[in-house]
């Protein structure tokens, strides 16, 4: 099942039977090490489901678009399909791509040819766009991989270019300086250049890299332009350094000094600002400062210390330090947005059960969260991320429930079937 706000999407198969929920975990994984576990060692990804359908060869489903709230059908499609995953419109709404490969033989002159195309629809089964797209059996996600808010992701030589799926202008992401390399990694959704990272696309921008070259004299500095203009609108080197951020001085006065980790990501844009996290010193990889800066003057507005990986909640007031795959975890932190006051912190050492966040309520009234017992079994654990109230502990960990962000609703998967409930009060 995919929910795409408002809209949960299931499939059918031939047979009339629903598909199982897919392991997100196998979406990063070639397909011919699906059945042995091999290929990439990437955790599974945290929050919704982004895989309904996975297969080599196209199979024939029909796809539900069913009301959150009522389960009413709202309509269905019908698709000969190898790929159907949950991805983004360009107004950030969720929708559904629907990946299609076709094979012509050879003629005996020519080879044999595949042609694919991924079609993205909305909450309501309407068809958005469609667009041309490589199948990539070692990106595991296929086509959706390609994909970001509405933009098809492809290389363009050591950068990137986005094409608005159904038709617009493309852009290509900024990459200067010699030797530079910005390149897009699908199991993140993020392009890296040099000590930098950034999503493709947010909101109505679409980020750029300059200084790109990990031995250049410079760090690399992340920009954020205009989709609609492709007018540069803010870079990082024009942004004030947080404090919290140790900074490198070379003793000359004609440079500015700059961070001595020389690394920074970008991590959102809302309300018209965005959200940038420093590293806070090059021997420190798991303390980040978190800053806000304004699109239209370019000020910091707010700025806290962080950790290297964050959950946000929906409501866009809350966060929660979140496990680092293959790292040392002591317990989660909250904070409150966009001030970043400390709720509270599990202290290393004080006899906690460290809480490895998985996802906030809509309204941030609930943080979801998984802990592990002295014995290695994983339980799911309810909490006020507001008070540290225990809500609810014990739960199964695949009960914890997913929660509909248009709505409000929760929804789970079992062996007995699919259950929605709606939200407290």
């Known amino acids: 099942m995919l929910d795409l706000g408002g809209t949960l999407v299931f499939a059918r198969d031939a047979s009339g039977a629903y598909l199982k929920d897919f392991d997100d975990a196998k979406a990063f994984l070639e397909p011919d090490t699906w059945a042995d576990g091999g290929g990439y060692r990437e955790a599974a990804p945290q929050g919704p489901n982004r895989v309904l359908h996975l297969s080599e060869a196209p199979q024939p489903l029909t796809l539900e678009f069913r009301d959150t709230r009522t389960g009413k059908l709202r309509a269905s499609l019908k698709a000969a399909t190898d790929s159907v995953t949950?991805?983004?419109?360009?107004?950030?709404?969720?929708?559904?791509?629907?990946?299609?490969?076709?094979?012509?033989?050879?003629?005996?002159?020519?080879?044999?040819?595949?042609?694919?195309?991924?079609?993205?629809?909305?909450?309501?089964?309407?068809?958005?766009?469609?667009?041309?797209?490589?199948?990539?059996?070692e990106t595991g996600l296929y086509y959706a991989a390609a994909l970001s808010d509405g933009y098809r992701v492809d290389p363009a030589g050591a950068t990137v270019r986005l094409t608005p799926v159904g038709g617009g202008t493309a852009r290509r992401v900024t990459c200067t300086?010699?030797?530079?390399?910005?390149?897009?990694?699908?199991?993140?959704?993020?392009?890296?250049?040099?000590?930098?990272?950034?999503?493709?696309?947010?909101?109505?921008?679409?980020?750029?890299?300059?200084?790109?070259?990990?031995?250049?004299?410079?760090?690399?500095?992340?920009?954020?332009?205009?989709?609609?203009?492709?007018?540069?609108?803010?870079?990082?080197?024009?942004?004030?350094?947080?404090?919290?951020v140790e900074l490198y001085d070379n003793g000359d006065p004609d440079l500015e000094p700059m961070p001595d980790s020389e690394t920074l990501s970008l991590l959102r844009v809302t309300d018209g600002r965005v959200l940038v996290a420093w590293q806070a010193s090059q021997s420190d990889a798991d303390t980040w400062v978190h800053a806000w800066y304004d699109l239209t003057s370019g000020d910091l507005t707010d700025s806290y210390e962080a950790t290297r990986s964050v959950l946000l909640a929906p409501s866009g007031d809350l966060g929660a330090e979140d496990a680092v795959p293959g790292g040392t975890f002591t317990g989660t932190t909250v904070w409150r947005l966009p001030d970043g006051k400390r709720l509270w912190t599990q202290e290393e050492g004080a006899d906690e059960t460290p809480l490895d966040p998985v996802r906030f309520t809509r309204d941030g009234s609930v943080l979801y969260g998984y802990t592990t017992a002295e014995d290695g079994t994983e339980h799911g654990l309810a909490v006020d991320p507001r008070t540290r109230e225990v809500l609810a502990e014990d739960l199964p960990v695949d009960h914890v429930p997913a929660v509909d962000e248009a709505t409000g609703y929760g929804h789970i998967s079992t062996t007995d079937g699919f259950h929605a409930f709606a939200p407290a009060g």
């Open 177 to 244: 300086e010699e030797g530079a390399d910005c390149a897009y990694d699908p199991r993140t959704g993020l392009i890296g250049a040099a000590r930098a990272t950034a999503p493709p696309v947010l909101g109505g921008y679409y980020a750029g890299f300059e200084n790109a070259n990990v031995g250049g004299t410079d760090m690399v500095r992340i920009t954020l332009s205009d989709l609609a203009t492709g007018k540069k609108v803010w870079s990082s080197a024009d942004a004030e350094i947080p404090s919290g």
């Open 86 to 137: 949950l991805t983004g419109w360009r107004d950030g709404a969720p929708a559904v791509a629907v990946g299609t490969s076709r094979t012509a033989g050879s003629d005996g002159l020519s080879a044999e040819k595949t042609t694919s195309t991924v079609t993205v629809h909305d909450g309501r089964g309407r068809k958005l766009g469609a667009t041309p797209a490589t199948r990539r059996p």
